[in-house]
């Protein structure tokens, strides 16, 4: 198991503040044995990081990118159940204009990547990304998946025994999406939007889709009546930090 944390540059300017917090609890959660960043920009420019960094390092990228406008960051920290501690295994993995961090195992595609000597997770990013396959596709697969696919950010989760779940601001126009949140932290009691992403739902949370991202997190919630606490997200982190 990993810990996986994607989110527009709007909620990083939000929460920045906390997230050296935030990106520690992932890792000690279920993680550590090995990081990753990547971050995309809205003309489909890539860039991705990744080995055995401390959680500094990974933030100062993190920041580096957003200042260079990219306008989606992602984070993985992987938790070495099968293989090495190694930079080759870790997350994300970039497949010309596909790149894929994954949290969870397919053996399936263990299987069929141990005869190319790559991951499950490195094996599925190069069937994705040179077959160019639906990216609805990745829920017949087994974890959870986020990544960029040309000029667009994906979630996907196709196994009901991983986790995720959804913060976001509608007036800041910020969405996050992570593993897990601390549980007991001063800025996490005070939610404005909270919701538990299900087996199969998927979020293409593109910029210009934002109202139709929110729109669909909040159908979500109240099809499957996840409470929420009403607060401003601003002030949350604010009052933390």
């Known amino acids: 198991m990993c810990r996986l944390l994607l989110m527009n540059a709007a909620a990083l300017d939000m929460i920045e503040p906390v997230m050296e917090d935030l990106l520690q609890y992932l890792i ?10 990547a971050a995309l920009w809205k003309n489909g420019r890539m860039e991705s990081e990744k080995g055995v960094r401390k959680v500094r390092s990974v ?13 989606w960051l992602l984070f993985h920290t992987r938790l070495a159940t099968c293989g090495e501690v190694s930079k080759a295994l870790c997350h994300p993995f970039v497949e010309n204009d596909f790149l894929l961090a994954h949290n969870g195992h397919d053996a399936v595609f263990a299987e069929l990547g141990q005869a190319l000597s790559l991951s499950d997770s490195a094996c599925i990013a190069r069937v994705w990304g040179r077959l160019d396959l639906p990216i609805r596709e990745l829920q017949r697969r087994k974890g959870v998946f986020m990544g ?11 196994d009901p025994h991983s986790d995720l779940v959804a913060l976001w601001d509608s007036k800041k126009r910020a969405v996050l999406f992570a593993s897990e949140l601390p549980p007991g932290m001063p800025f996490m009691t005070k939610v404005g939007q909270v919701a538990l992403v299900g087996e199969g739902e998927i979020f293409d949370a593109m910029d210009d889709g934002f109202e139709d991202l929110v729109k669909g997190l909040e159908e979500w919630k109240k099809k499957h009546r996840v409470a929420t606490i009403s607060s401003d997200l601003q002030k949350m982190y604010q009052m933390y930090s």
Request: aromatic share 8%.
């Open 148 to 158: 960029f696919a040309k000029e667009d950010p994906f979630i996907v989760k196709g």
């Open 28 to 37: 000690e959660a279920k993680g550590g044995d090995g990081n990753g960043v």
């Open 59 to 71: 933030l100062q990228i993190l920041k580096l990118f957003r200042s260079e406008g990219a306008s």
